[in-house]
């Protein structure tokens, strides 16, 4: 069985540290800052701190309020991070490996919130800008995640100036 290269060395990095940062944010907001007990705080200018439990897959979609869904979604997230692994294995360019490390770190953050609450944590309220959802530090990371494997695949499609088909 062949080792990651670099590129998937780096995916597994930054996956344990966004891993390490979710959790360690969303410790501190449920049980230092005690945020469920407050509901919502100004933080500064248009950021908020506002509590939710969001029972959905991403922003709050696809409510899982029973246990099966909520385990079918950790499930799910799981199997998603081992495919993403095996795929950072391969990564032969340095902002795919990146990608696949940011969504595979948020989806194993938001699993095991599923798995500890039965629910995600999210805090970040920047409503007062228009975007509408409260989500955490997983959240952010898998659509940063999302939106460079598009960009990767678009750097990768394009063929230089010049070029012949």
């Given at each position: 069985?062949?080792?990651?290269?670099?590129?998937?060395?780096?995916?597994?990095?930054?996956?344990?540290?966004?891993?390490?940062?979710?959790?360690?944010?969303?410790?501190?907001?449920?049980?230092?800052?005690?945020?469920?007990?407050r509901?919502?705080?100004?933080?500064?200018?248009?950021?908020?701190?506002?509590?939710?439990?969001?029972?959905?897959?991403?922003?709050?979609?696809?409510?899982?309020?029973?246990?099966?869904?909520?385990?079918?979604?950790?499930?799910?997230?799981?199997?998603?991070?081992?495919?993403?692994?095996?795929?950072?294995?391969?990564?032969?360019?340095?902002?795919?490996?990146?990608?696949l490390?940011?969504?595979?770190g948020?989806?194993?953050?938001?699993?095991?919130?599923?798995?500890r609450?039965?629910?995600v944590v999210?805090?970040?309220?920047v409503?007062?800008?228009?975007?509408?959802?409260?989500?955490?530090?997983?959240?952010?990371?898998?659509?940063?995640?999302?939106?460079?494997?598009?960009?990767?695949?678009?750097?990768?499609?394009?063929?230089?100036?010049?070029?012949?088909?």
């Open positions: 069985m062949k080792l990651a290269n670099r590129h998937g060395w780096t995916a597994y990095g930054l996956a344990l540290a966004i891993i390490i940062l979710d959790q360690l944010s969303k410790h501190w907001i449920l049980f230092v800052y005690d945020l469920p007990s509901v919502s705080e100004q933080a500064g200018g248009p950021f908020y701190l506002t509590m939710v439990w969001n029972q959905g897959v991403s922003f709050g979609l696809l409510r899982a309020d029973q246990d099966l869904g909520r385990w079918l979604l950790v499930g799910f997230s799981v199997v998603v991070a081992i495919v993403l692994a095996f795929w950072a294995r391969r990564a032969d360019r340095g902002l795919m490996g990146a990608a490390g940011l969504v595979m948020g989806a194993i953050g938001n699993a095991i919130d599923r798995a609450f039965g629910a999210d805090f970040i309220d409503s007062r800008l228009y975007f509408p959802w409260v989500f955490n530090i997983a959240d952010a990371a898998i659509t940063i995640g999302v939106a460079l494997l598009l960009l990767d695949s678009l750097r990768r499609d394009a063929k230089p100036l010049g070029a012949k088909p």
